[in-house]
């Protein structure tokens, strides 16, 4: 046969071509049907699609499958996990930082794993304290000892992961400590998916331990301040501790700022809410309160 329906996974997208990985292991280079410019619609790396496969390894996009979910910057789509590193050691990880990173991951459908690197230099006990509390899967980790490594492989297996955190915290460290050739099976694939032909910034998908890993250059973290939850109304549901008592406050409509008969505050005060969680769910409540509905995107 000339041509074969397959499904897939775009791995690369650069420069209106589409890198798709196919179960058989082929990558296919595909061109977008007109339909999609038509529609305005833009395939994301990440997406599954459904595609027609030519004899000579290139094809058409014929159509995007579901998304579990997507994020404008890094452009991205289906991610299962967020991985958020963070650090007690220098560079010391503000909370707040890992607060909106998580809360923008739970309104997506997407499970925050929280990797406290650098363990070998400071015990950041506080940090997975609350996050632990939180109910987040937290792990103590050392790119340096190897301490937690295994535990976060086994996370990754099967799973579509991207790895976020502030500037300097050791995401390279980690990767290459999950994966030794990373660098070199990077340089492998970037080859054969055509790096070296445009100099453009772009997001790939990278086999590390069994998932597949969001290589995102020139970002150090998801860029909130573009995903960054914008009505307040749902931003409650972003902080999963909050769940339990958002249907127990006295008045409907309850912000869980500084209300009376709040059931959110009550937990707080009892100790089953953690204080710096509730500080940045104010925060970025007051941010939310700012926008304007009209002004969404």
């Known amino acids: 046969m000339s041509e074969q329906k397959k ?29 999609f410019r038509y529609k305005k619609i833009t395939p994301l790396v990440g997406d599954r699609v459904a595609i ?29 996990q967020m991985v958020i590193i963070a650090s007690g050691a220098i560079p010391v990880t503000d909370p707040f930082l890992v607060d909106r990173i998580t809360a923008l ?36 980790v050392s790119a340096e ?27 390279s460290s980690i990767l290459n400590a999950l994966e030794p050739d990373f660098g070199l099976a990077t340089g492998e694939i970037s080859e054969k998916l055509g790096r070296g032909r445009h100099t453009t910034r772009h997001v790939e998908l990278f086999p590390v331990s069994g998932g597949l890993i969001a290589d995102t250059p ?23 501790e909050f769940r339990p008592y958002l249907d127990q406050c006295r008045f409907i409509g ?16 009892e100790g089953k809410i953690q204080p710096s969680r509730h500080r940045s769910y104010v925060r970025l409540y007051e941010l939310a309160k700012e926008n304007k509905p009209w002004e969404n995107p």
């Open 52 to 80: 027609t496969a030519q004899a000579d390894g290139t094809g058409s996009l014929d159509e995007i499958l579901p998304r579990r979910n997507f994020f404008q910057r890094p452009a991205v789509a289906n991610i299962d």
């Open 7 to 35: 499904e897939g996974i775009i791995l690369k997208a650069l420069s209106g071509f589409y890198y798709v990985q196919c179960p058989d292991g082929e990558l296919v280079t595909c061109r977008a049907r007109g339909k």
């Open 105 to 140: 991951a739970e309104s997506k459908d997407c499970e925050p794993i929280i990797c406290i690197n650098k363990w070998d230099l400071v015990q950041a006990e506080e940090l997975y304290r609350i996050y632990t509390a939180a109910g987040f899967h937290t792990i103590k």
């Open 145 to 171: 000892t190897g301490q937690g490594i295994e535990e976060l492989r086994t996370l990754l297996a099967g799973k579509i992961s991207a790895f976020t955190g502030n500037s300097g915290v050791g995401k």
């Open 218 to 240: 020139g970002f150090s973290a998801f860029d909130t301040d573009k995903g960054e939850i914008r009505e307040k109304e749902v931003l409650q549901h972003a902080f999963r």
């Open 254 to 269: 309850c912000a869980h700022v500084k209300e009376k008969g709040c059931a959110v505050l009550e937990a707080l005060e």
